[in-house]
């Protein structure tokens, strides 16, 4: 089994859309460790989006996550991170196939609902970073 963090970003809070990303990875078989709604600080923001750091979108995407709360979730599984990637679909919605959560529910690339660890080594840091108490 494996652990991973995931984000319903402020633009899935404000759409009310917290019950529908719940409800999708329930239903796949995933199950919740933990669950928080919060507003990120600016440097828990820059943290988390370290790797980007240096890419044009950085400041644009920083205020978007911190522009209102947020749910965190842990999430566990066989396969978990793999398995949300996919329910999640590609970074960009209007790419992301019908039957994913960005394919059915965006259309923008920074308003792209949630967010899915993408490796066992950014889970653990993800997961340290939110959810210090379980590592
Ligand atoms: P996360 O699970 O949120 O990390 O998404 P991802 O792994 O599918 O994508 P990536 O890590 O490459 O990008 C992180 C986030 O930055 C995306 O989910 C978007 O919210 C945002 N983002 C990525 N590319 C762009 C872009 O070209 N423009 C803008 N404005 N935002 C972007
Ligand atoms: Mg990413």
């Known amino acids: 089994t494996e652990r991973t963090l995931v984000l319903v970003k402020p633009d899935g809070v404000a759409r009310g859309l917290v019950g529908e990303v719940i409800s999708r990875l329930e239903a796949k078989g ?3 460790v933990a669950a928080e709604l919060r507003t990120l600080p600016r440097e828990v923001a820059e943290q988390h989006y370290g790797e ?3 890419k044009p979108f950085f400041p644009s995407l920083v205020e978007f996550i911190t522009g209102g709360p947020l749910v965190a979730l842990v999430v ?7 398995a949300f990637r996919a329910l999640a679909g ?3 919605p209007v790419k992301a196939g019908p039957g994913t959560i960005r394919g059915d529910l965006a259309l923008e690339v920074q308003r792209n609902i949630v967010h899915g660890s993408d490796s066992p080594e950014s889970a653990a840091r993800e997961i340290g970073l939110f959810f210090p108490a379980l590592t």
């Open 30 to 32: 995933l199950r919740l």
């Open 52 to 54: 980007h750091r240096d």
């Open 76 to 82: 566990e599984g066989p396969r978990a991170i793999e």
């Open 90 to 92: 590609a970074t960009d």
